[in-house]
């Protein structure tokens, strides 16, 4: 039987609030809203695609501690304050997750900072040979 495992990323949030950065269950990633923090320094890109990308490293560096790529995410939900903003980052999600596309969702919501422009969450199944 596998364990179920809890990822941190050294955010704040994560502490603060009292959630893992992923979960990892069985076969199963769970990775949480990530933003465009630059979790160790805490600091915040500014503009929808400059935090696009940083949220994506984010997404990648969860799912690698995981034992995942971004070919594994099997689910996607894009998390904006501004449906106007998403368009921008397509280019930038494009690049993460054309070769294998995820089924996704995007929601306009208020987020828990206002200079939150984007937050992604995923889910990925872990291939195991």
Known sequence: MMSRR???SGSTFETQIGYARAVVDGEWVFVSGCTGFEYTSMTL???VVAQAEQ???NVVAALAEAGATVADV???HYLLPDRNDFAAC???LRRYFGDAPPAATMMQCGLLDPAMLIEIEVTALLRRP
């Open 6 to 8: 809890h990822l941190t």
């Open 45 to 47: 890109a500014e503009g």
């Open 55 to 57: 949220t994506m490293l």
């Open 74 to 76: 099997v689910r996607v």
């Open 90 to 92: 397509w280019p930038t």
